[in-house]
């Protein structure tokens, strides 16, 4: 079945750097739209950064500049490239597959999910 797996987060001091990955199974990687998304209470879920099976790339605007996002499509491995954190940016990391080569911002379109990784900037 899908399984995504993520890992990669932790704690770390505002303008510092971390790079997240999901390792992907059961399904062919190299043909869905992949993203992360992060969740807090505040704010719920929002998707930071999304690629396409052609490579294309969209990312929120908080994050453009600071945050890349790209895929390994021989090792099934989704990462996100993250710097310049700032405190804003903490929150759970997700990652997340959808069937097809395009990527839609909402989450509802999303079918697998992994657990999450937690990713904390103090200031």
């Known amino acids: 079945q899908v399984q995504l797996v993520e890992s990669g987060g932790g704690s770390v001091q505002a303008g510092g750097s971390l790079r997240l990955s999901c390792a992907a199974s059961g399904f062919t990687f190299s043909t869905y739209c992949m993203a992360w998304f992060r969740e807090t209470p505040a704010k719920g879920r929002e998707e930071v950064a999304a690629?396409?099976?052609?490579?294309?790339?969209s990312y929120t605007d908080s994050v453009k500049g600071r945050f890349t996002i790209s895929k390994d499509n021989a090792k099934n491995i989704l990462y996100l490239q993250m710097n310049s954190l700032k405190p804003e940016d903490t929150a759970m990391y997700y990652c997340a597959a959808k069937t097809g080569s395009l990527c839609p911002a909402e989450s509802q379109y999303f079918a697998a999910w992994g657990q999450g990784t937690q990713v904390t900037v103090s200031s």
């Open positions: 690629i396409e099976s052609d490579g294309a790339t």
